[in-house]
């Protein structure tokens, strides 16, 4: 397949952004946490540079994991991959439609309605039922040069088998079509827990997925992968990014954590003020009682440090401003083993 991966410069409102024109051919990088997560987020910031305003009939636009540099989901030869497909399924006679829009000097092709998809050389494409449809700004056209972000996540259980859930958010609003996102906003997304608020917008967001499942019986999840199928219509890049945010690895101890779900799903365990405990409940997936490191002076009720009964007893040495004092010895506080330090 004859492909196109070039760099060439963009100017946004005196602003110059180097991209990436993508074509025929994968963006790979490999994650810092490999495999080990229960919990990530992928995004990237992108555009699409057309040679004229009318409907692409074919592209595939893949966002997502796979296993290794070699064997992408794009291959033909296919460990395990595991993503979002933007512009319909990528199987063999999908629909795959880029629709032109001028939306008033600022255009923008929306694009089929995406699926998530699993990817291994035995079985081949598995897909979901359609979830959603999102944006792509023409970059190099129209009164405005703008970069839309697209991001994936994904939930699956400790150990890479098993149910998933996935959210896709990007750019759906013909208002929010006119804004151009600048690489800061797709960091910005990244790290939000929930649904992405960027550039004082709230992104839109697919259903949940869930009906696909996910496995690393064929190779780690452990790349990221971007494909962009047409050659004539390159996709524009201009940052990409992953935030593992459960991992399934103590970062300390690189041991792996003893949840079954890889990741916090019990509330906070809450007790009256002065209730004594003699131990934390397992809670779901633990094998054991929980631990509280801290501090600790003879007593097992519940408290901050330096309090008693549940509420503070302590309240701080205060001085007039401007005033510098010498030889005085903080309060040592109830239960502190030392005079407090600043630092």
């Given at each position: 397949m004859p492909f196109t991966a070039s760099i060439v410069q963009r100017d946004f409102y005196t602003v110059y952004d180097k991209t990436l024109l993508l074509g025929g051919a994968s963006l790979l990088r490999s994650l810092t946490y490999g495999a080990a997560w229960s919990r990530i987020r992928i995004g990237a910031l992108v555009g699409v540079a057309p040679n004229s305003t009318n409907n692409v009939s074919d592209a595939i636009f893949m966002l997502g994991l796979c296993s290794g540099k070699n064997y992408p989901a794009s291959s033909y030869n296919t460990q395990s991959g595991f993503g979002f497909s933007f512009v319909g399924s990528p199987v063999v006679g999908g629909a795959r439609t880029l629709t032109y829009t001028a939306n008033s000097?600022?255009?923008?092709?929306?694009?089929?309605?995406?699926?998530?998809?699993?990817?291994?050389?035995?079985?081949?494409f598995q897909v979901s039922a359609a979830a959603g449809s999102f944006f792509l700004p023409l970059a190099s056209t129209g009164t405005q040069k703008r970069r839309f972000p697209v991001f994936v996540d994904i939930t699956r259980t400790l150990g890479g088998s098993g149910p998933t859930s996935v959210t896709v958010y990007g750019v759906a609003v013909a208002g929010t079509a006119q804004l151009d996102f600048r690489p800061d906003h797709l960091q910005d997304g990244l790290d939000q827990i929930g649904t992405p608020t960027v550039y004082n917008t709230t992104l839109s967001a697919s259903t949940t997925?869930?009906?696909?499942?996910?496995g690393d019986e064929f190779g780690p999840l452990d790349t990221f992968e971007i494909f962009w199928s047409n050659n004539a219509f390159p996709l524009e890049i201009y940052a990409l990014g992953a935030v593992v945010i459960?991992?399934?690895?103590?970062?300390?101890?690189?041991a792996p954590y003893a949840s079954t779900a890889g990741g916090g799903i019990d509330f906070s365990q809450q007790y009256p003020a002065d209730t004594q405990i003699t131990d934390f409940a397992y809670g779901t997936g633990f094998t054991d009682a929980g631990t509280i490191y801290g501090f600790s002076y003879g007593t097992t009720v519940i408290n901050l440090l330096g309090t008693s009964g549940g509420v503070p007893t302590d309240t701080f040495d205060q001085y007039p401003l401007g005033v510098v004092t010498s030889g005085v010895t903080l309060n040592a506080g109830t239960g502190w083993s030392s005079y407090g330090s600043i630092y």
């Open positions: 000097g600022f255009p923008y092709y929306s694009m089929s309605s995406g699926v998530v998809y699993r990817k291994t050389t035995p079985v081949g997925i869930t009906s696909i499942g996910i459960n991992p399934t690895i103590d970062p300390v101890t690189r």
